[in-house]
DNA sequence: CGGGGGCTTGAGGCCACTCAACGATAGTGG
DNA sequence: CCACTATCGTTGAGTGGCCTCAAGCCCCCG
């Protein structure tokens, strides 16, 4: 319950775990960088050139309408893989939440392994797959939920993804929740502030993206699942 | 422009494009089979033991709340393949939206191929990509267009998609484009009526979904791209 | 011709959005 | 260390876009 995923060394789908450095192949280029808070990575439509392995640090993926109108696809945490694209382009665009540090890969030496060795070709799959996974639940919470639901999806996401013994430091604004959540920020706040109401959830001292984690039954419940 | 890319033979990714009678491996297992309107093909997290491609019809995935509410993923029509799962069950439910013929395969045997022949593999991933990208345009919209935005995205695909000579016969009721789009079928009547009556769309004698894109300029000026 | 499903249209309601004010907090520079 | 400021978050009031509920039409199909 309380396995901290936030580890990077912990996860499954490591850089390393798309075989960069298995067997036969020498790790080709790993190298690293570090991006200050709400810096862009990398924009929509770029030449997709690396693949980004988060360090340390939150990253948001979005799309932008032309009147500003902003959809995040995903938040990328400590260990996710992210900008992985098959097509040449990115189809986000990618900033870092706070400061953040990533680890690079070239793409093209990722394709060449991939061609050769079907262990690595089978892992991209698998995390195509699982992004694709998530896109398609994803629709179902901004096309049916509503707002509390929505909300009660995303803190049990997060709780998931880096609650340590309940507790969730959330890297990221109540605007990018909403962004997230096809809300708006003033909703994510009258959500949270009725489920701290209702018992659900507690703030830690001052800082109101520390969550706590009190009812994580009733909390479940608000959150239906297909 | 009025390429017939419901053509299934003239598609690039049709079952047979996956290899499966390519060069070295015999065709192992493609039969048929039919469903009647409204017919369930597979339901949600059941095991995926097949994959299959529309032959003739049209099909509707989806996935549903425990109170009834519906969202759509995707429709699939004449090519298209689906049910390609990575994990083992089904993440949607399929049904033929109107009497619908499709062909199949085994999935195993599929992997199986996958697993030696470099070309199947990326096909797979391409495909897989494909869908991913769909589904991340999707968020957009469902999180943050309007419902006219929506109901011009959906007819711009479908124009990209069915049309001949700019005629759209459309397969699927109100009620499935509503939750396609995350609307209602009121809202997307309206919407539609508001179309007729700015003179960017017709229908034809008198069936109602039989559309002539009358003005795809002014409809494409109605779908914000991000 | 009768029944039923699909579509449109209207009237009214509600949930989320918009606009606004205010407090709290973190970051900045003196 | 402390003002100063900008940013973030909360809360309230009012609006509006989409939903709900309802009626009626048309077409398909027995």
Chains 1, 2 share one sequence.
Do not use: W
């Not at 900008?83 to 665009?93: A, P």
């Not at 880096?162 to 929740?177: F, N, T």
Request: charged share 25%.
């Amino acid at each position: 319950m309380f396995v901290r995923t936030a580890d990077p060394e912990s996860r499954p789908n490591t850089l390393g775990a798309l075989g960069m450095e298995s067997a036969s192949n020498p790790i080709v280029n790993l190298s690293e960088f570090s991006y200050k808070k709400g810096k862009e990575i990398f924009g929509e439509k770029e030449p997709a050139e690396y693949v980004y392995q988060v360090k340390f640090g939150a990253v948001r993926s979005y799309k932008l309408l032309p009147d500003g109108r902003r959809q995040i696809g995903a938040f990328h945490l400590a260990g996710d893989i992210f900008g992985l694209e098959n097509g040449s382009d990115h189809r986000f665009t990618a900033e870092a939440i706070v400061n953040t540090t990533v680890r690079l890969i070239k793409r093209r030496s990722l394709e060449m392994v991939a061609e050769s060795d079907p262990v690595v070709s089978r892992n991209l799959l698998s995390m195509t797959t699982n992004n694709l996974q998530h896109a398609e639940d994803h629709m179902l919470l901004l096309g049916r939920k509503t707002s509390l639901e929505r909300v009660a999806a995303f803190l049990i996401e997060m709780d998931r993804r880096i609650a340590a013994a309940g507790v969730m430091p959330l890297p990221m604004s109540r605007r990018d929740i909403a962004d997230y959540l096809g809300l708006t920020l003033e909703t994510v706040s009258r959500a949270l502030s009725r489920m701290h109401v209702l018992g659900i959830i507690g703030f830690i001292s001052t800082n109101q993206r520390q969550i706590v984690l009190l009812d994580r039954h009733q909390l479940a419940s608000l959150d239906l699942q297909d």
